[in-house]
């Protein structure tokens, strides 16, 4: 049970919940060739997993003193586990998941795609021992890496499969995936600044400089606010756009329902919010909004379907 604490193991079966979503709700609904078999995707699922699950335990390594001061009840390395078998554990994992990214290179044959994998985990290292002291760099870069976990998808299953008969069909499924990833990205990148605040005290004894730090609880409320009316506005955009015109009505409710509603009420509370509970709470509510954003693909999917 200590093991799965560590690699947070309830993100990771989100993260591969997400790219399953993908695949199987959306790329297979569509009638088109897939470079990748099922049990080879499944292994870029699990290449994806371990790299993360990597990443939490670097960053677990690292975050010792600070986690001793924001959450000393979830604290496992250096306690549950020693620091020594967490760096063995961290090496095997990382290991292990770039050599099946590097194994998937090449059965598409583009050996040169197995550095993603190599400058994931780089990355997830630099993050857990210099990045994240940076101001806003650190939440920039978690958020780019979970919105890579979606880009990857067509990078390997869709890319390979690309002729001239139907390139045009595959960008416009690449640019859906995109705009999942930019969505992805920008909820998880206000996620990270709402953890922030709730760990406020620990990091500021740490000596960090997140942007809580810096301008302070209130402004960085305030900051989220503003950047919060981003997503809402370009989800407006996109139903307006795309859907309506298109006769998506079940589509349009839903993202309304389940998507833009809960991200207007966490606007509304972010603007008063000052507490580490208020904090954990909307940290909590974006896990669900990104959950329902992804789960859009397959009822829009679905629901152009059954319109046809």
Known sequence: MNFLK????????LLAFMQLVFR????????IPLALTNWQYALLVLSTILIAAAGYVINDIFDQDTDNENRPEGV??????SETKAYNLYVALN?????????LSNVIQKPSFAVIFILIASTLYLYATSLKQMLLLGNIVVALLLSSSVIIIGVFDLYPAIDSENQLLMANLFSILLDYAIFAFMINFIREVVKDLEDLKGDSAQGMK??????GSEKTTKFLFAFGLIPIVLLLMYVNNYFMPNDL???SIY????????????????WTAKTKSDF????????????????????ISLNIKYNA
């Not at 560590?6 to 079966?13: A, E, G, H, K, V």
């Not at 998507?259 to 509304?268: C, D, H, K, S, W």
């Open 24 to 31: 199987y709700g959306f790329l297979k609904l569509q009638n």
């Open 6 to 13: 560590l690699i947070r193991y309830q993100n990771l079966l």
């Open 95 to 103: 290991v292990s998941g770039v050599a099946i990214g590097f194994y």
């Open 210 to 215: 997140t942007l809580a730090i810096v301008l």
């Open 76 to 81: 496992i390395v250096g306690k549950s586990i």
């Open 280 to 299: 954990k709470a909307l940290s909590l509510l974006l896990k669900w909004i990104l959950l329902f954003g992804i789960l859009s693909i397959v009822i």
């Open 255 to 270: 993202a309304f329902l389940f998507v833009l509603a809960p991200l207007i009420y966490f606007n509304v509370k972010i």
């Open 249 to 251: 009505f079940i589509s």
